[in-house]
């Protein structure tokens, strides 16, 4: 276990942003922090990091205590803030050094893990470059950078992939990939299922500030019992078809529109052929679908919400 948060809360004023989190990330891991705008990802990660107090609760990382005057943790740990924070006024080469001398290196060490990050992140052509001349995507690359120059064993991204182009995102999930395949842990938070599914070995949803359930994706969608659904379009509607279909094991209901069926199902009872035989000796399909539960309908289904507002 590397990171243990237990029963924390923490209020600003009137607002209780983190309301008993429990949280724990395993060595190896790429952990997913999934929840909406305002859930307490980025509380949490601060506290876990040091950064800012709690009110209560208790925070071990790498099995010591961690409160805001503990420096032994933050060694051996590396934050991508969700803003971008390097600085404009210094090459991407100067960031570095900057944030590698902070955790001590120095000399040829240094200017290796620089070479090294750069190489990493693809900004090696860009290394005298100052950042106000890059595209978002390459700053968030920089920025990932700086919080790997020290080589941590532990990698925190806060939601680093919010607004920039597809080729930027895809990049950075390729690059937690090639991390976490180097024996690193990561805590990865975002309020994009897909990146979520795509990435991590399990997954802490988080709503109003608590953890209210976690698993691998197919745990989740196990959790929540949610119906798959099969929807199909008879050749000619039944109501001796209708009545079949209803009986099938697993069936839990079949709405039936014009020549338009659709058969929600429990999870895991492989009625699918069935389903399917039982409309062709009926006089014949002209089509379907399944559509399998995701982590949209795990959320929705666990807090009556959607993870995400919708965007223009
Ligand atoms: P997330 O990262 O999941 O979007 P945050 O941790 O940023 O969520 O915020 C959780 C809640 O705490 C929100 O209601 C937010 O408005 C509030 N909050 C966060 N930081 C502060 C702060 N410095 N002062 C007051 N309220 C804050
Ligand atoms: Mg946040």
């Known amino acids: ?13 009137d607002n209780t ?7 724990e990330i395993r060595e190896g891991e790429v952990l997913g922090l999934l929840g909406p705008n305002g859930s307490g990802k980025t509380t949490a990660i601060h506290i876990l990091c040091g950064l800012i107090g709690k009110n209560s609760g208790e925070v071990t990382v790498f099995g010591m205590p ?5 420096l032994k943790t933050r060694q051996q740990m590396g934050l991508v803030t969700q803003e971008v924070t ?25 200017e290796a893990n620089i070479k090294e990050v750069l190489e990493f992140v693809e900004l090696t052509d860009r290394a005298n470059k100052k950042p106000g001349t890059f595209s978002g ?5 920089l920025n990932i950078a700086c919080s790997l120059v020290h080589k941590p064993k532990f990698l925190i991204m806060d939601e680093p992939t919010v607004a920039i182009d597809p080729q930027s995102r895809n990049h950075i999930l390729e690059s937690v990939k090639k991390i976490a395949a180097r024996g690193t842990t990561v805590l990865y938070t975002s309020h994009y299922m897909e990146e979520v599914q795509e990435i991590c070995s399990r997954i802490v949803v988080m709503d109003a500030g608590r953890a209210i359930a976690s698993g691998t994706v197919d ?20 109501d001796v078809l209708t009545r079949e279909l209803e009986e099938i094991a697993g069936v839990q209901s079949v709405i039936v529109n014009g020549n338009e069926y659709v058969i929600a199902s429990t999870v895991g009872t492989g009625n699918l052929n069935r389903i399917l035989e039982t409309a062709q000796r009926h006089g014949g399909v002209a089509g379907f679908n399944a559509d399998k539960p995701n982590l949209e309908d795990v959320f929705l289904t666990l807090t009556g919400k959607k993870l995400r507002d919708e965007e223009a």
Not at 17 to 23: G, T, V
Not at 220 to 235: F, G, M, S
């Open 219 to 238: 745990e989740l969608i196990a959790q929540i019992q949610h119906e798959e659904v099969v929807r199909l379009t008879a050749l000619a509607a039944t």
């Open 1 to 13: 276990m590397i990171v243990s948060m237990k029963n924390i809360v923490k209020i600003y004023g």
């Open 137 to 141: 995507g390459m700053q968030r690359r």
């Open 17 to 23: 942003a983190l309301n008993n989190l429990n949280l």
């Open 86 to 110: 390097v600085f404009k006024d210094l090459t991407a080469k100067e960031n570095l050094r900057y944030f590698g001398g902070l955790y001590g290196l120095k000399g040829a060490e240094l």
């Open 66 to 70: 961690q409160d805001t005057k503990n």
